[in-house]
């Protein structure tokens, strides 16, 4: 059982280019989740699907667009990465919104240069 | 903004003693809950308290919460090298997302 898996691991991207960070899960979860981890910083929000078909702006959603593929993938996308997008990025899924905990995937560690 | 504001930031203490982390949040909750980060990894769910609950326990992990006060706490007794990470709390909003403090840096030395 995988729970959450996230791809790439690692990525080194240069300013202005694009890339898509996959995350998918295997716990019919409804609700999924993409939070950024900086120093100092936490998590924030960047993106949420709530269930299938539907996506929201979480607290610093600028800069990044997102795809609820079906049930079990979703999707976060940088158009034109800049450095402020360096971080480390964690895709979430839950049961559903206010329902239990969050079972997270292994991040993925991305550098704008 | 972060729902939850945790202190201390750091804390160091010995194997066996216990460990205590508070969280302050801002709005109103669902449910706050406690996550544990290893180094380099993800974030693991660790106990959920309802807005209507005052103490949860699990196994040496209890968490309590004080609604009037918008504050929880974490104790882990009897600590272990091996819970040295960082603990966050989250507070479940009613718009149905998950916000996290910035976390409490737990080291155990053996």
């Known amino acids: 059982n995988a729970g959450v898996t996230q791809t790439p691991k690692f990525q080194v991207l240069k300013t202005g280019q694009s890339m898509t960070l996959q995350c998918a899960q295997d716990m019919n979860h409804n609700s ?65 919104t206010n329902i239990g905990g969050y079972t997270f995937g292994s991040g993925t560690r991305l550098t704008v240069v | 903004s972060q729902q939850g504001e945790e202190d201390p930031q750091a804390l160091s203490i010995q194997e066996g003693e216990n460990a205590t982390m508070n969280c302050s949040y801002k709005t109103s909750i669902n449910n706050l809950q406690w996550y544990r980060q290893n180094s380099g990894r993800g974030l693991v769910h660790l106990i959920l308290i309802r807005s209507n609950e005052r103490e949860k326990h699990s196994g040496r992990l209890r968490v309590t919460l004080d609604t009037s006060k918008k504050s929880s706490s974490l104790l882990i007794t009897a600590s272990r090298a091996a819970d040295t990470a960082s603990y966050f709390c989250a507070g479940d909003n009613q718009g149905g997302k998950l916000i996290f403090g910035q976390g409490t840096e737990l080291s155990v030395k053996p």
């Open chain 1, 32 to 96: 999924m989740y993409w939070y950024r981890q900086d120093p100092g910083m936490g998590l924030r929000l960047i993106y949420y699907s709530a269930s299938e078909g539907t996506t929201d702006k979480g607290e610093v959603p600028n800069g990044y667009n997102v795809s609820r593929l079906n049930k079990r993938e979703f999707s976060l996308r940088l158009e034109s990465a800049a450095p402020s997008q360096t971080s480390v990025y964690f895709c979430a899924s839950s049961e559903a």
